[in-house]
């Protein structure tokens, strides 16, 4: 089945380390995208991709890293810089645009964030 | 990106349908309306979009304004599967921009 994986799904870290989330897709689509979310708030864009070996900041990218080495792969580090990292992380992925018209984009089921 | 108004909350009986209102009055020609809806602790899940005339699909009708300054999300029978946060959300096709600008949406409440 064709479909957008992130892993894991729970994660613990100390502060000041480095984390990376893994997200991964089968839909041969372009885009990637990274999204943050806060209880009770709606998603917020970190960073996005549109074609390998390129990436565009988004609203909230300080703090994050991503590489986008293959066309399946987007990972994302919380890199120490990030001052409030606890959050769930959200992984999305699209054509963009099909034959002139806009098409949907698939979510993964997120990684939650814990930072102790 | 242009911005979309939801109300933060509705209720509905179940089995009867729902109407979800959004404006979005800075809506440009080529933005796309999308919807999507959340379970929590999920990730958002696509329910439908369009551009200019209504959609039908498997799971809701999208129907849009003449101006297309507002459009509504039906549903046309709730089931409490159906409860989660819906969010309204303009798309600019092509370019540079376009992606996914998420407010903070509508929190539907499904009664049995």
């Known amino acids: 089945d064709g479909g957008i994986t992130q892993s894991p799904k729970y994660l613990f870290r100390k502060e000041g380390q480095n984390v990376t989330l893994s997200c991964e897709q089968n839909?041969?689509?372009?885009?990637m995208y990274w999204y943050r979310q806060d209880p009770g708030q709606g998603l917020r864009l970190i960073y996005y991709s549109q074609i390998v070996n390129d990436f565009q900041k988004g609203d909230i990218a300080e703090g994050y890293s991503v590489s986008r080495e293959k066309k399946e792969s987007f990972p994302l580090t919380v890199t120490s810089a990030q001052k409030n990292p606890t959050a769930f992380y959200l992984c999305?992925?699209?054509?963009?645009?099909?034959?002139?018209?806009?098409?949907?984009?698939?979510f993964g089921q997120g990684t939650r964030l814990t930072v102790v | 990106d242009a911005k979309t108004t939801q109300p933060n909350s509705m209720e509905s009986n179940e089995e009867e349908p729902v109407h979800l209102p959004c404006n979005h009055s800075?809506?440009?020609?080529?933005?796309?309306i999308h919807w999507y809806r959340q379970l929590p602790s999920q990730g958002p899940e696509y329910v439908i979009h369009g551009l200019t005339s209504n959609v039908n699909n498997r799971m809701a009708s999208l129907a849009i304004a003449e101006d297309r300054k507002s459009s509504t999300l039906i549903l046309h029978r709730a089931t409490l599967r159906d409860a989660a946060v819906y969010y309204c959300i303009l798309r600019r096709y092509g370019g540079s921009q376009g992606n996914l600008i998420f407010g903070k949406g509508t929190k539907l409440s499904v009664k049995p």
């Open positions: 800075t809506i440009s020609g080529t933005d796309y």
């Open positions: 839909l041969n689509h372009d885009a």
């Open positions: 999305a992925s699209d054509h963009r645009s099909v034959g002139g018209q806009d098409t949907e984009a698939f």
